[in-house]
Structure formats: structure tokens, C-alpha cells
T-cell receptor, first 109, second 114 residues
Framework: GQNIDQPTEMTATEGAIVQINCTYQ??????LFWYQQHAGEAPTFLSY??LDGLEEKGRFSSFLSRSKGYSYLLLKELQMKDSASYLC??????????WGAGTKLIIKP | EAQVTQNPRYLITVTGKKLTVTCSQN?????MSWYRQDPGLGLRQIYY???????DKGDVPEGYKVSRKEKRNFPLILESPSPNQTSLYFC?????????????FGPGTRLTVT
């Protein structure tokens, strides 16, 4: 079966750095997405990786290793507004998105 | 403004009373999709549509119907809602199912079936 694993919850301190991991086992691979979702709101797109390596976008970076079935989202200089759930999703061989259950990130002052 | 809209945003209904949740996008996207989101389960796809008049089942299609008569609209129909369909529903769209296109989500519809 297809599976995406992420930690359920993480806690970090304002101003610090946090890394949210995602491991996947899917039928084929056509890219990995990270979305941010604030409580009660819609998911919004953060990043896309299809090749191995690091993609940097401001305070957020995303890394992919296809051989290991692994990705992480790195958030730097954490702000209180970064408190949200972070969703990892992989497009399989049929271009269908397989979603992880999400990681709830709690930022403490 | 480019957006996906859903209506209603909140709905409380009773078992068996047919309802429709509308979804519309103004970005000329070909691909549209419906998800439900339940605590601890993440997003699960109900139905998706590659283009007008083309729809397919997702992971959890039982109890739902959809139609795609126009490119911009993709309504979700619950013919006979049951309490296990109480959930947060999202409509999403993208230019296509191809790799790099991200999905744009509507604001969500919180449905309670009593």
C-alpha cells in the first residue's frame, strides 16, 4: 500500500529552527509537496521537490532524497504565525496526490 | 482575484436530507478535486475531475456524487447524508494533474449530519 509518515506534533521556540520529516512509500514518484494549514483554514502551497536536493524559499527550505523516500521541511527564525499543521504529499505514478496526516507545529514564546 | 469558492461554509443537516456543496474556480483550471479531512486521518480524496464531463473516484467515494458540466464548477452531492459524513470538506483545483502543478484549495465546508 501507499503510505506517508510524518510526526503528529512538534514543539519549537520562537526564533529557533525546526525540521519536519516526511517518509513515503508510494507506487511511483512524480514530485513531493509541502503545504501549510492553519487551524480551520485551507491548506496553502509551500514547496515542491521532484529532484534530489534542497530548495530554499525565504525562511522555508525543503529537501528531498528519492533513494531514501525521505523529505524534510526546514523552518528558520520561527515566528508565532508559523504555528500550523504542515502537510506532506506525494504524487504517485498516476499523478494522484497521496497525503500524510500532517504535523502540528506548536511555537512557544 | 484568483480563487476557489465553496458554499455553504457551514452546514448542519439531518440524516437522509439531500444536500449539495458548490465549488467554483476562476482560474480556468482543468483539474478539480474534493477532499474530506478528519482528525488524525489527513486529507482523503473523494472524487476528482480531469476536465469537463470526466470524473473519477478517489479513495473514499461511497455516499457521494459529483458532476462536471462546466469547467469552473464541480459540485459535491450527498444524496442521503449519514452521521459518518460529518467532516470538513475541501474543494481544490489545479491546471492539471501533472507533476509540478500545486493545488489551490477553497476555504472549506464544515458539515455536521445529525
Amino acid at each position: 500500500g501507499q503510505n506517508i509518515d510524518q510526526p503528529t506534533e512538534m514543539t519549537a521556540t520562537e526564533g529557533a529552527i525546526v525540521q519536519i520529516n516526511c517518509t513515503y512509500q508510494t507506487s511511483g514518484f512524480n514530485g513531493l509537496f509541502w503545504y501549510q494549514q492553519h487551524a480551520g483554514e485551507a491548506p496553502t502551497f509551500l514547496s515542491y521537490n521532484v529532484l534530489d536536493g534542497l530548495e530554499e524559499k525565504g525562511r522555508f527550505s525543503s529537501f528531498l532524497s528519492r533513494s531514501k523516500g525521505y523529505s524534510y521541511l526546514l523552518l528558520k527564525e520561527l515566528q508565532m504565525k508559523d504555528s500550523a499543521s504542515y502537510l506532506c504529499a506525494v504524487k504517485d505514478s498516476n499523478y494522484q496526490l497521496i497525503w500524510g496526516a500532517g504535523t502540528k507545529l506548536i511555537i512557544k514564546p | 482575484e484568483a480563487q476557489v469558492t465553496q458554499n455553504p461554509r457551514y452546514l448542519i443537516t439531518v440524516t437522509g436530507k439531500k444536500l449539495t456543496v458548490t465549488c467554483s474556480q476562476n482560474m480556468n483550471h482543468e483539474y478539480m478535486s474534493w477532499y474530506r479531512q478528519d482528525p488524525g486521518l489527513g486529507l482523503r480524496q473523494i472524487y476528482y475531475s480531469m476536465n469537463v464531463e470526466v470524473t473519477d473516484k478517489g479513495d473514499v467515494p461511497e455516499g457521494y456524487k459529483v458532476s462536471r458540466k462546466e469547467k469552473r464548477n464541480f459540485p459535491l452531492i450527498l444524496e442521503s447524508p449519514s452521521p459518518n459524513q460529518t467532516s470538513l470538506y475541501f474543494c481544490a483545483s489545479s491546471f492539471g494533474p501533472d507533476s509540478s502543478y500545486e493545488q489551490y484549495f477553497g476555504p472549506g465546508t464544515r458539515l455536521t449530519v445529525t
